[in-house]
């Protein structure tokens, strides 16, 4: 089960910049993006768990709020919480439930077999881009499996600050923005079985709009007595 949580929270996000090639002068303070992102999503498993959705990104200050704009009767997650801190949690709704499931992040699960950042070929909003690209191991019961993850950004667009996930261990998400420091405008990621041949999933995000703006804080709000 938890693998499974890893690769989905690997593929959200789970995060760009106009950029340039190296990274910006760490003294400078970052002025952080805050606004909203639209996202297009396909989601396909050999289970047959598809999803063809748009999700809407609500993002300030180091917590984001995400939701899809349509459900399905399988399972598919709704509302998506991330608030970042000392001990970080993504907490989310399936379906219709108003039940808060929790996932901690501090830890850390699988193998980092590889990480590499290259030019990426595509242009997004006529920015130049970046791929972080990095492989994860899974062993389990005896059994290997593996996640390729591949992260488009721009640097310096859609900037966010690298502390704010620091502790996102999980899925090596702090490494990646310690990387990027930024958010993500395009995310891909494939689970492969102990082959590293046969897809059992993916998952692929891309990004349809940006709208910087100030958020309101109540979208943030949760009732903690429904986490679980």
Same mark, same amino acid.
């Given at each position: ?28 303070? =970052? ?20 999803? *063809? ?26 509302? *998506? ?50 791929? +972080? ?26 900037? +966010? ?16 923005? *310690? ?13 492969? *079985? ?20 100030? =958020? ?13």
């Amino acid at each position: 089960m938890v693998k499974n949580f890893t690769f989905l929270f690997i593929a959200i996000l789970i995060s760009q910049f106009g950029c340039k090639s190296g990274r910006g002068s760490e003294h400078k303070e =970052v002025k952080e993006f805050e606004g909203v992102i639209t996202y297009h999503e396909m989601d396909k498993s050999i289970e047959g768990m598809n999803v *063809d959705d748009t999700v809407t990104v609500y993002y300030a200050n180091g917590n984001y709020a995400a939701f899809h704009s349509e459900r399905s009767s399988k399972f598919h997650i709704v509302k *998506d919480y991330y608030f970042n801190g000392a001990y970080p949690l993504r907490l989310f709704v399936d379906n219709t439930s108003d039940t808060l499931r929790s996932l901690k992040l501090n830890s850390s699960f699988g193998k980092l077999e590889s990480f590499k950042i290259k030019k990426a070929e595509e242009k997004i909003f006529s920015r130049n881009c970046e791929a +972080i690209e990095l492989t994860i191991s899974f062993d389990e019961n005896g059994s290997t499996s593996y996640t390729d993850n591949t992260i488009i950004f721009s640097r310096g667009y859609l900037k +966010i600050k690298k502390e704010h996930f620091k502790n996102w261990n999980l899925g090596f998400f702090n490494k990646i923005i *310690d990387e990027s420091g930024a958010y993500y405008l395009k995310s891909k990621s494939v689970h492969f *079985d102990s082959s590293h041949k046969n897809i059992l999933s993916s998952k692929t995000y891309e990004v349809i709009s940006v709208k910087e703006q100030k =958020v309101d804080q109540k979208i943030f709000a949760i009732d903690l007595l429904k986490i679980r």
